[in-house]
C-alpha cells in the first residue's frame, strides 16, 4: 500500500499569503492518479486538483498543483479568507485508494 | 444539477445491521464510478470502496474488505453501504462521491477525481 504523507501538518498564515503544502508519496506515483481536496469544517470535502495539476471545474486559478513521482504539492498563490480549511491529497495506486493525513491551514 | 443526497442520520445499536444510501441525480448514474469515503470525528478521510453501477464492479480497501459490503441499484441511481453486524467503532461520518475514471481493460488508465459529493451520513453505533 501506497503511503502518504503531509506536511506540514498545520500552516499559519495570513490572508494574502502564498501556502505550499507538501505531499510525499511512499512510493512512485503517476501524475495521473493524484489529486487534492479542501474541506472545511462541517462540510464535505471539495476536489480542487486532478492529474497532478489540472484544476477542476470552477476552481479559482490562485490554486495550482504540481509535482511528480513522490513529491508532490498544492499551492495557493494569495489566500483568501475562504481558502482557510483542511487540505487532503489523495492517490491511486496497486488498486488502492489513499488519502494522506491532511494540512490544515489556518489563520495566523 | 449534478447531486448526490445521502440518507439521514442514523443510531444503531452494537450488532444491528445498517444500510445507508447515496442518490444521483442530473447525470448518467451508470457512467460514473460511486465511492465510500469514512471519516472519524476528528480525523482525516478513509476511502472505503468504490462501485461502478453500470455492471456492479465493486472494489474495496482491504481495511474495509469483509466489513462492509457496497452495492448499487441502477434503475433508482442509488448505491449502498451496508453493514450486518455493527460496532462501536463504526461511529463516523460517511461520504459517498461520483468518482470519475477513465478505463483501459479493466485497469484505471486516468483518474479525475471524487467530483462530487453528498453531504455525508452520521452513523452513531451505541449500546
Known amino acids: 500500500e501506497i503511503v502518504l504523507t503531509q506536511s506540514p501538518g498545520t500552516l499559519s498564515l495570513s490572508p494574502g499569503e502564498r501556502a505550499t503544502l507538501s505531499c510525499r508519496a511512499s512510493q512512485s506515483v503517476s501524475s495521473s492518479y493524484l489529486a487534492w481536496y479542501q474541506q472545511k469544517p462541517g462540510q464535505a470535502p471539495r476536489l480542487l486538483i486532478y492529474?497532478?495539476?489540472s484544476r477542476a471545474t470552477g476552481i479559482p486559478d490562485r490554486f495550482s498543483g504540481s509535482g511528480s513521482g513522490t513529491d508532490f504539492t498544492l499551492t495557493i498563490s494569495r489566500l483568501e479568507p475562504e481558502d482557510f480549511a483542511v487540505y487532503y491529497c489523495q492517490q491511486y495506486g496497486n488498486s488502492l485508494f489513499t488519502f494522506g493525513p491532511g494540512t490544515k491551514v489556518e489563520i495566523k | 444539477e449534478v447531486q448526490l443526497v445521502q440518507s439521514g442520520a442514523e443510531v444503531k445499536k452494537p450488532g444491528e445491521s445498517l444500510k445507508i444510501s447515496c442518490k444521483g441525480s442530473?447525470?448518467?448514474?451508470?457512467?460514473?464510478?460511486i465511492g465510500w469515503v469514512r471519516q472519524m470525528a476528528g480525523k482525516g478521510l478513509e476511502w472505503v470502496g468504490i462501485?461502478?453501477?453500470?455492471?456492479?464492479?465493486?472494489r474495496y480497501s482491504p481495511s474495509f474488505q469483509g466489513q462492509v459490503t457496497i452495492s448499487a441499484d441502477k434503475s433508482i441511481s442509488t448505491g449502498y453501504l451496508q453493514w450486518s453486524s455493527l460496532k462501536a467503532s463504526d461511529t463516523a461520518m460517511y461520504y459517498c462521491a461520483r468518482v470519475s475514471i477513465t478505463m483501459v481493460r479493466g485497469l484505471i488508465y486516468y483518474y479525475y477525481g471524487m467530483d462530487v459529493w453528498g453531504q455525508g451520513t452520521t452513523v452513531t453505533v451505541s449500546s
Open positions: 462501485i461502478y453501477p453500470g455492471d456492479s464492479d465493486t
Open positions: 442530473g447525470y448518467s448514474f451508470t457512467s460514473y464510478w
Open positions: 492529474g497532478a495539476s
